[in-house]
């Protein structure tokens, strides 16, 4: 899916941060599914981009998972929305899979700086 | 979809709102769209752009929801469908290829239930039924009618055992002689095999015994029908069969058409009339009189180990007992796919190789399909990947792909079905005439379909999973990537690609050694002597029992005809014989005591013999050695006289001249008077033997056949023949003339059968092979335009491309041969004794074989190739 009207250079999410990420955007609450692919492009400055054809299979799975629950709501527009929102479970997950990012962040960063004192 | 049905209304509900959460995201794309200034249209259609592709995406998040088996199979399924109707001309090559190779299975596995495995439709438990055989000295025969009972009395394991001996008779219909096959059957035949006439009764167990003493007769459905036109009244009427009038006391069942692979049965007698029905003198109490074919039931449960432990101990007994007669005679059972004295012998290793050859063309399809899969899957790979993306797993990425390949193969069992049910009576028609209809039917039953069935499921898995795994293993990275990339398909996968069509050359390969070596087989045995001539003699028979004429009438009948078939102009000689070479009829055979020489101490000389009129040995042109042939005065009043064949000479009387010395047959002393060159008496395959002939004057038959040396066609035979009949008696008419070339052919059948099946096999073989070879090196032109097209443009001539491509198709198709041929020589000597006097690693032959094959991949590479020498480099390299 080419857009080449959009400015900015766009990162896929990369496969298993997806969940990280929508668990944390559910951090601040209830949120519908397009509310959810909004915040996750304002947050990032439209750098990273999710696809409404993994942002729903995520959402579902999660939900079957337990992280997330789901209600139908009526929307600030009268429009019937399903609204997700974190489960206990999910604060859980959402802590373990940041703690796990972070390792992971510290780790790439470390490789990146020259290893000028491993020389002998 | 009616599938959806089939599903809880809660899963209903919950598409509906998923339908609706997705809706909804729309709209509020559409809304913030419109509020940033677009107008509704562009926005609706820019909204719908950025969502993507809505059937798709439900059917993932579908996915997530842990769904019922049920439901995962209808979606599974319904999407299968789909994206096989999308690619009609994939789906139509798919399922085409896999027809014909289930298709093949199919009928090579209806062949052998229905003539092998269950060959005798309405008779029950026919998986106990065991066949008896006498055998003695290595060679396997008949039982004689004591030997029976005595074997019935002493057995514990058997259930039952019945008596079914094929014979013949002739009834008249207009001008030609009509034979029908019928049956000698002990008292207890129609109960033991389960089968009830539909009108009367089988027979009594009084109407087994008494010397012609119940002249009954149970007649087929078809005969019911066709002859008495289906007559309600017919139980008490009598029909004339060989001479004596027989009441009719039942109708068999409609389907039911005896027990004997490879003839329907039109008649049942009891096995009181063995001498009215099968020549050669009264056996009943004749204990060294072997004639009969029996079959046995096992009881549930005993093994055919157990049972022929019995047997065998049984037939000790009578050896024991019956020195004279039984001397060196055991008996085994055989299981019904190999009873010795139908046709079920011949036709097993047939349909062996058969089943091979089949089996090898669904391999070859197989790998066509797979070939095919492997192409599509990279038309799929951006749909492989988003499923990946969103963690659909791997197995249930290959479950997907794999029910596709189940849709496909199911269809095609479907088809395969159908040819073997348009099949099922191919063999009776490439098997050369014999006279008497043919009746081997196939049978497509619960097992043939089970096992079509099997090969289904099986090729789904050969097929299916092999391009189904490199899908599965896409690499996201690097894929959500390379969507507009140069290089398409790793090279693993064109060595998978190279590997199947490989594979396909090198079995069509081994089917065409197979088939060549058929063929030139066949060719040997068309071309080869059997020890008589078979040119410009014509063959018909004579059946004076079926007309009721007692011994001194057939005599007399029998000389007047033969000087009236002498004096017809053309005729250069003619004569009679009991049995003519290569028969489906038996020769005789009885014991002999000859003066001077000692049996071993399990011998009983009984060697073969003929009952011939004099000029038979000049009319068939069979040499003598020495002596002299039969003369008019070999009378019934003159002192019994042989010509025996030179094997019999040498075994007998090794250090002696045979001539003048004298043999015991059936208490008579016979005077060797000639000695004849050997010649084939019942095939081409058959060894030396020793063989005698009798005088037909001193040794009277009522059904004789007719030699005549002439070269008049047939046809104009056959009028003559037919009015010096009618001159004799009206009532009597002569059977079909045939050529001696026609007969001797007629015992190449199983060849005939081998060749043609293996011949059709080879040609689909070749046919799917030349199609996988066009596919592969057809989609490797189109994805190395850009190299090719780069070459050009540096320079390369068309020729140099042409034979680029041609190079590597070549390559691949002798490295598939290097493997046939491997494999053939080690293999194709399973073709045993349908060869003969060919050499199974004949060099002519996988010359030949070779030649074709390399035509065909020329001809398979030839079009990708000049395609690729037409690339435009401009456009070739512009497109990328």
């Known amino acids: 899916m080419t857009k080449k009207d959009l400015p900015v250079t766009r990162i896929e ?108 | 979809m009616k599938l959806s049905a089939l599903l809880p209304s809660s899963r209903r509900r919950r598409e509906a709102e998923l339908d609706e959460e997705l809706a909804a995201h729309l709209r509020m794309a559409e809304a913030e769209r419109v509020a940033h200034g677009e107008s509704p249209a562009d926005a609706a259609a820019n909204a719908r752009r950025e969502f993507g592709n809505m059937g798709l995406i439900k059917q993932i998040t579908r996915e997530m929801w842990g769904i019922l088996w049920l439901e995962r199979v209808a979606q599974d399924l319904r999407f299968g469908l789909r994206m096989l109707w999308r690619s009609p001309g994939f789906t139509t090559l798919a399922i085409f290829c896999l027809t014909l190779g289930i298709g093949a299975n199919a009928a090579v596995f209806s062949w052998i239930e229905g003539i092998l495995l269950r060959p005798y439709a309405l008779v029950a438990d026919q998986d106990r039924m065991v066949a008896l055989a006498a055998k003695t000295g290595g060679e396997y025969g008949s039982l004689s009618w004591p030997d029976f009972l005595d074997l019935r009395q002493s057995s514990g394991h058997f259930e039952s055992f019945t008596v079914d001996k094929i014979t013949g008779t002739t009834l008249a219909v207009g001008d030609r002689a009509e034979r029908v096959s019928g049956q000698i059957v002990s008292a207890n035949y129609f109960e033991a095999i389960g089968v009830r006439p539909i009108l009367g009764r089988g027979f009594e167990t009084a109407e087994e015994s008494g010397r012609n003493a119940h002249s009954v ?96 101990a049984a037939a000790k007994r009578l050896e024991l007992q019956y020195p004279e007669t039984n001397k060196g005679q055991s008996v085994e059972l055989f299981p019904l796919w190999k009873t010795p004295f139908n046709n079920a012998g011949a036709l097993f290793s047939t349909l062996r190789i058969a089943l091979v050859v089949a089996f090898f063309v669904l391999l070859i399809a197989c790998a066509n399909v797979s070939n095919l899969l492997l192409v599509r899957s990279f038309a799929r790979r951006q749909e492989m990947t988003i499923r990946l993306s969103v963690g659909a797993g791997r197995v249930r990425l290959v479950s997907q792909l794999v029910t596709e390949s189940l849709i496909l193969s199911a269809m095609a069992a479907a088809g395969g079905l159908l040819v073997a049910y348009g099949c099922r009576n191919l063999l009776a028609r490439v098997l050369p005439p014999r006279g008497v209809p043919l009746y081997l039917p196939a049978s497509i039953d619960w097992r043939v379909l089970a096992i079509s069935g099997g090969a289904c499921l099986a090729t789904t898995l050969l097929f299916g999973l092999v391009p189904a795994i490199p899908a599965s293993k896409i690499d996201l990275a690097s894929s959500i990537k390379s969507e507009s990339g140069g290089v398409v398909g790793g090279r693993g996968r064109t060595r998978l690609r190279s590997a199947l069509v490989l594979l396909q050359v090198a079995l069509s390969f081994l089917l065409l050694v197979g088939a060549g070596l058929l063929v030139k087989s066949l060719q040997r045995m068309r071309s080869a002597s059997p020890g008589f001539s078979t040119e410009n003699v014509l063959i018909s028979g004579i059946d004076l029992s079926s007309a009721g004429y007692d011994v001194p009438r057939r005599r007399a009948f029998q000389s007047e005809l033969l000087d009236r078939v002498q004096a017809i102009g053309g005729v250069r000689g003619a004569a009679y014989a009991r049995i003519t070479p290569f028969s489906y009829r038996t020769y005789s055979s009885a014991p002999i005591v000859i003066e001077g020489y000692v049996a071993g101490p399990n011998e009983q000389p009984a060697p073969e013999y003929d009952e011939v009129s004099p000029e038979f040995f000049a009319t068939m042109g069979i040499p003598l050695v020495s002596g002299r042939p039969f003369v008019r005065a070999d009378d019934e009043s003159a002192p019994p006289v042989a010509v025996v064949n030179e094997a019999m000479a040498a075994k007998y009387w090794p250090r002696s001249n045979p001539l003048g010395r004298v043999f015991h047959l059936k208490g008579r002393a016979v005077q060797v008077v000639g000695i004849s060159k050997m010649s084939k008496y019942g ?40 009015r010096e009949i009618h001159s004799l008696d009206p009532g009597l008419a002569a059977g079909e003339v045939l050529t001696m070339r026609q007969q001797v052919d007629r015992k190449s059948g199983a060849q005939t059968v081998a060749l043609t099946l293996v011949g059709i096999f080879c040609g689909l073989a070749l046919v799917l092979a ?102 435009d480099p401009v456009r070739a390299l512009r497109d990328r």
């Open chain 1, 13 to 120: 999410i990369l496969q298993g941060t997806l969940d990280l990420i929508i668990l944390q955007t559910l951090r601040w609450g209830p949120r519908h599914g397009y509310g959810i692919a909004q915040m996750i492009r304002a947050g990032s400055r439209d750098v990273l981009q999710v696809d409404t054809g993994s942002l729903y299979p995520a959402l579902h799975r999660l939900e079957r998972q337990g992280a997330v629950a789901a209600d139908w709501e009526v929307s600030e527009n009268s429009q019937r929305v399903r609204v997700y929102r974190l489960t206990a479970a999910g604060r859980k997950q959402l802590a373990a899979e940041r703690s796990k990012w972070d390792q992971l962040a510290v780790a790439i960063a470390g490789l990146m700086v020259p290893p000028a004192e491993s020389e002998p």
């Open chain 2, 217 to 312: 007769v149970v007649i087929s459905y078809k005969m019911w029908t066709e002859r008495f036109h289906g007559d309600l009244g017919i139980l008490g009427k009598t029909q004339l069969m060989n001479g004596v009038p027989h009441t009719i006391i039942g109708v068999a069942p409609e389907g039911f058409n005896g027990t004997f692979v490879g003839y329907a049965m039109q008649f049942w007698v009891p096995a009181s009339m063995q001498e009215t029905f099968d020549l050669g003198g009264y056996k009943l109490e004749d204990r060294g009189a072997r004639w009969i074919e029996s079959y046995a039931k096992l009881k549930p449960s005993v093994t055919r180990a157990q049972a022929q432990a019995e047997i065998s």
């Open chain 2, 683 to 722: 095939s081409l395959l058959e060894s030396s033997k020793p063989f005698f002939y009798v005088p037909l004057r001193q040794n009277p038959a009522g059904v004789v056949i007719l030699h005549i040396r002439t070269s008049l066609a047939p046809g104009a035979m056959a009028s003559a023949l037919s």
């Open chain 2, 770 to 871: 030349t199609i996988g070879l066009y596919g592969v090196m057809s989609y490797a032109v189109s994805q190395s335009a850009r190299e090719l097209g780069l070459r050009m443009a540096l320079g390369a001539a068309a020729s140099d491309l042409l034979r680029l491509v041609m190079r590597h198709g070549l390559v691949l198709t002798a490295g598939g041969v290097l493997l046939g041929a491997a494999a053939a020589l080690g293999s194709t000597r399973l073709l045993g004794d349908l060869l003969y006097k060919v050499s199974p690693r004949d060099p002519m032959v996988f010359g030949c074989a070779f030649v074709v094959m390399a035509a065909a991949a020329l001809a398979a590479c030839f079009l990708p190739a000049w395609r690729a020498a037409r690339i």
